[in-house]
């Protein structure tokens, strides 16, 4: 699939960002289309984590633009700042970011029911993200009782569940070991990829970022390299199955899961 046919579903153009004397962004541009998957990586202090922030609402850039789709989005105002990122964007943090005294589904579900969504639904829809992810029989499990891997894929059920227009990853495999972190970044690339959802990852790690279609190097706060293309599938992808959808769930495709099919919901 040629990406570049279509326009991006998410833009930075010459953004800029300053914390007092220290320039962490400096006139970067970066494009995102559906479907595809970037990863961000550079040194610490880099400026790629202020610039996953500035793409994702959580920060304002001091100068540049920042479009979702055709929409500008870095001048709106709170709570429509809140609103988008609860609505269109999915986030996935190095620890997850959990609510401890909530089960795993109730977890999943929480962005659907602070936008309104009555409970049993909301819960309804976190549920279909079980099985596709390997957690069946981990739905009313806490946090605690999760192992490190369970916890982040939950986490990815959670950023996913709202059917975002692109999701942000912020060193997912961080706290994980190497096995466990590799299952966690092939999950979060197909699936999204399934779901034509943009996906930018932040991380310091090359094998995490060989699952992604493009890698953009970042260095002084500018983007100094990229390496693949749109498009290109990334090296570490293994050309998983499509699987059979259940009608009603607005997604044609799905991904396989530890050697089995396994339904995606959208």
């Known amino acids: 699939m040629n990406q570049t046919s279509s326009p991006p579903v998410l833009s930075g ?11 962490a962004l400096d006139g970067v541009d970066i494009a995102v289309h559906a479907g595809e998957s970037v990863a961000v990586m550079g040194p610490s202090g880099s400026g790629k984590s202020t610039l996953l922030h500035c793409l ?4 304002r850039p ?12 870095d001048e709106l105002r709170e709570p429509a700042r809140s609103e988008l990122r609860r609505t269109r964007f999915g986030f996935v943090f190095q620890s997850g970011q959990l609510l401890p005294e909530l089960p795993a589904v109730e977890n999943v579900a929480l962005p659907l029911m602070l936008g309104g969504t009555p409970r049993r639904t909301a819960e309804q829809r976190a549920r279909q993200w079980f099985p596709p992810l390997g957690l069946t029989g981990k739905e009313d499990s806490r946090p605690g009782a999760l192992s ?3 916890a982040q894929r939950v986490a990815l059920a959670r950023a996913l569940v709202t059917d975002p227009r692109v999701v942000f990853a912020d060193e997912p495999t961080g706290a994980l070991d190497q096995a466990t972190g590799q299952e966690v970044i092939r999950l979060l690339t197909e699936v999204t990829r399934e779901q034509r959802a943009a996906l930018v990852v932040v991380t310091h790690d090359a094998s995490v970022a060989r699952w992604c279609d493009r890698t953009a190097h970042v260095r002084d706060g500018r983007l100094v390299d990229e390496v693949g293309g749109a498009g290109s599938v990334g090296a570490g992808h293994s050309g998983a199955d499509g699987i059979d959808v259940p009608d009603g769930t607005g997604c044609t495709d799905g991904i396989a899961v530890a050697g089995a099919r396994a339904e995606v919901p959208r």
């Open 148 to 150: 490190g891997g369970q």
């Open 62 to 73: 001091d100068s540049g633009q920042v479009l979702l789709a055709d929409e500008r989005i």
């Open 13 to 23: 153009m010459t953004l800029s960002k300053s914390y007092g004397a220290t320039r």
């Open 56 to 59: 994702a609402n959580i920060e």
